[in-house]
């Protein structure tokens, strides 16, 4: 192990003792400082040392001909003094080297995300499609608050809808909550935390008439579908879900309770629907298949249908109803009940909602409904006046 007062001129000609694989030459003046020469001849400075305890570890500080001599012992003695201090350079640089890229975070989040989420596929797609682009390549640890600000501006600039940018603006959220669950190096705070995030109106007001509602369900009795002319009915007479009704399956349809328990809702928990006399008639008229437990499938199948969305296109056009959607008739059959007088609570349990506001979202009063409130208070007043 010589000992020698290493210096540039030193350094510049130093050579591997005869014999070995490399020589070690440690600096007289600062404590571990070293130059390890190699029979191949390459050549790298090092600060060896013990951590706190009592383990002798090793720091390489540069390749010689990567750092200038001067510069190489200013960072040998600022590396001794954090060890004088109780620091470890080796395991600092380890951390740094166990810095994972967003797209090694992602994947992390990805799986444990597989684990519990029935929608992990739409998770995914969002991930791979909107964040991986821009931030895979990155190490966590350079993903900056104002980077990631600048970047929702952007996307936002892209014209995607207000749901599409805040539910990219929460998987990246989500994606550094769990690193900091998972005290992951180089993730010491949410770099999404704190940016402002505009409020999102999903509320349509498209109102279902009575008149449409009848156009939609006989444009439904003509589709190519066969099972077209109990799915929509139904979806209007329960306030169900799509997914919902795909997956019904006969043992949980009670016909003489009237009730239907819908075992996996979006909320997670069960519930349980009652059943109009017009869903019970429909469902007496459904067709049952032998050995299938769903009460709507595919006949061909005998599975839950995947899509029915080209059926519902047509009958919808048919029926001269551009632009409804499926979940518009989830809104209707709310409407239908409150314009009928029945109030929100029970709407709400009807429906599966949690928070007061979402029926409220979902039961509009419609413009017949306010009429009828707006004559009724006119009637009071002028009773009133009379007296």
């Given at each position: 192990?010589p000992?020698?007062?290493?210096?540039?001129a030193?350094?510049?000609?130093a050579?591997?003792?005869?014999?070995?694989?490399?020589?070690?030459?440690?600096?007289?003046?600062i404590?571990?400082?070293?130059l390890?020469v190699?029979?191949s001849g390459?050549?790298?400075y090092?600060?060896?040392?013990?951590?706190?305890?009592g383990?002798q570890?090793?720091?390489?500080i540069?390749?010689?001909g990567?750092?200038?001599?001067?510069?190489?012992?200013k960072?040998?003695?600022r590396l001794?003094?954090?060890?004088?201090?109780?620091?470890?350079?080796?395991?600092?640089?380890?951390?740094?080297?166990?810095?994972p890229?967003y797209?090694?975070?992602?994947?992390?989040h990805?799986?444990?995300?597989?684990?519990?989420?029935?929608?992990?596929?739409?998770?995914?797609?969002?991930?791979?499609?909107?964040i991986?682009?821009?931030?895979?390549?990155?190490?966590?640890?350079?993903?900056a608050?104002p980077?990631v600000?600048k970047w929702?501006?952007?996307?936002?600039e892209?014209?995607?809808?207000?749901?599409?940018?805040?539910?990219?603006?929460?998987?990246?959220?989500?994606?550094?909550?769990?690193?900091?669950?998972?005290?992951?190096?180089?993730?010491?705070r949410?770099?999404?935390k704190?940016?402002?995030?505009?409020?999102?109106?999903?509320?349509?007001?498209?109102?279902?008439?009575?008149?449409?509602?009848?156009r939609?369900?006989?444009?439904?009795?003509?589709?190519?579908?066969?099972?077209?002319?109990?799915?929509?009915?139904?979806?209007?007479?329960?306030?169900?879900?799509?997914?919902e009704?795909?997956?019904?399956q006969?043992?949980?349809?009670d016909?003489?309770?009237?009730?239907?328990?819908?075992?996996?809702?979006?909320?997670?928990?069960?519930?349980?629907?009652?059943?109009?006399?017009?869903a019970?008639d429909?469902?007496s008229?459904v067709?049952?298949?032998?050995?299938?437990?769903?009460v709507?499938?595919?006949?061909?199948?005998?599975?839950?249908?995947?899509?029915?969305?080209?059926a519902w296109?047509?009958?919808?056009?048919?029926?001269?109803?551009?632009?409804?959607?499926?979940?518009?008739?989830?809104?209707?059959?709310?409407?239908?009940?409150?314009?009928?007088?029945?109030?929100?609570?029970?709407?709400g349990?009807?429906?599966?909602?949690?928070?007061y506001?979402?029926?409220l979202?979902?039961?509009?009063?419609?413009?017949d409904?306010?009429?009828?409130a707006?004559?009724?208070?006119?009637k009071?007043?002028?009773?009133?006046?009379?007296?």
């Amino acid at each position: 192990m010589p000992k020698v007062r290493l210096d540039h001129a030193f350094c510049l000609t130093a050579q591997c003792e005869p014999g070995k694989k490399k020589t070690d030459y440690y600096d007289t003046a600062i404590t571990g400082f070293l130059l390890e020469v190699r029979a191949s001849g390459n050549r790298a400075y090092y600060l060896r040392f013990q951590d706190a305890h009592g383990d002798q570890r090793q720091h390489r500080i540069a390749g010689y001909g990567d750092l200038t001599f001067d510069k190489a012992r200013k960072e040998a003695q600022r590396l001794r003094s954090e060890v004088v201090l109780g620091g470890n350079p080796a395991e600092k640089k380890a951390e740094r080297k166990a810095v994972p890229t967003y797209a090694e975070l992602a994947q992390k989040h990805l799986d444990y995300a597989k684990t519990y989420q029935r929608s992990y596929d739409t998770t995914e797609m969002y991930v791979r499609r909107h964040i991986l682009p821009r931030w895979g390549k990155t190490y966590v640890s350079e993903i900056a608050q104002p980077d990631v600000a600048k970047w929702l501006a952007e996307k936002a600039e892209e014209r995607l809808a207000p749901a599409t940018l805040e539910k990219i603006r929460i998987l990246l959220n989500r994606s550094f909550e769990l690193a900091l669950r998972w005290n992951t190096p180089g993730v010491l705070r949410n770099p999404v935390k704190g940016i402002p995030r505009k409020p999102i109106n999903n509320a349509r007001d498209r109102y279902l008439t009575a008149a449409e509602a009848k156009r939609l369900l006989g444009a439904c009795a003509q589709s190519a579908n066969p099972q077209m002319k109990f799915l929509i009915p139904l979806l209007l007479y329960t306030g169900a879900r799509l997914s919902e009704l795909l997956q019904a399956q006969w043992k949980d349809i009670d016909l003489e309770k009237r009730q239907w328990l819908i075992p996996v809702t979006k909320n997670g928990s069960a519930r349980r629907a009652a059943l109009s006399q017009a869903a019970i008639d429909i469902l007496s008229a459904v067709p049952r298949f032998d050995k299938c437990p769903y009460v709507v499938p595919n006949p061909k199948t005998k599975k839950p249908f995947v899509s029915i969305k080209h059926a519902w296109q047509t009958a919808r056009d048919d029926a001269k109803l551009p632009g409804l959607r499926l979940h518009d008739l989830r809104h209707a059959s709310a409407t239908f009940l409150a314009a009928s007088g029945v109030d929100l609570l029970t709407i709400g349990r009807q429906l599966g909602h949690r928070d007061y506001k979402s029926t409220l979202r979902y039961a509009k009063t419609t413009h017949d409904t306010l009429l009828a409130a707006v004559d009724a208070g006119a009637k009071n007043m002028h009773a009133s006046s009379q007296l």
